[in-house]
């Protein structure tokens, strides 16, 4: 049965995609060439600047999710402790400190190899990047600004919250 018969539109660049699902979703975002997109998503701790690239080579799209602040030199080591131990835990994706400028970000790749993305591989790619995002920022602020050891930072964020104050 034919792509069209079963009322299923076909698109074959994923930029294309992930730029209806930011449209979709009201979050701002900028198209830097055929190949490329950049968002900003708002979270609950910080805004996150979502930036996504298509290698046809590897037919790969990358996803980088970057968090708003700096991480002093100072506060290195225990940033790589953090990041080590909290990638123990993730099944997808990683935490990575780029160190040219000092951002933490989140990273996580599709391969395609020689499939079609969808919109729900498009949905799943950025829900595992945000929800990663908000389950972690806070670890990461303990580390750089309240000078916390990262082991500490990160049990202070893995309690579960349960109902409302």
């Known amino acids: ?56 080579d590897l037919e790969s799209l990358h996803m980088a999710c970057a968090f708003d602040f700096k991480v002093p030199d100072a506060r290195l080591n225990e940033i790589y402790r953090l990041i080590a131990q909290i990638n123990e835990q993730l099944w997808l994706g990683h935490f990575d400190l780029w160190a040219q400028e ?5 990273r996580h790749s599709l391969m395609l190899n020689g499939s079609v993305v969808t919109p729900r591989q498009c949905e799943a790619l950025l829900k595992a990047a945000l929800e990663a995002c908000e ?12 000078g916390k050891e990262s082991r500490e930072a990160l049990v202070s964020t893995m309690f579960q919250t349960e109902g409302q104050a």
């Open 1 to 56: 049965m034919a792509t069209a018969e079963l009322g299923i539109e076909r698109i074959t660049n994923p930029i294309d995609l992930m730029e209806r699902t930011a449209s979709d979703h009201d979050w701002a975002c900028d198209r830097g060439s055929d190949d490329e997109l950049t968002m900003v998503v708002a979270g609950t701790w910080t805004d996150y600047h979502v930036s996504i690239n298509w290698r046809e």
């Open 102 to 106: 000092g951002l933490i970000m989140f």
């Open 135 to 146: 389950r972690y920022y806070q670890a990461f602020q303990f580390v750089v600004w309240a």
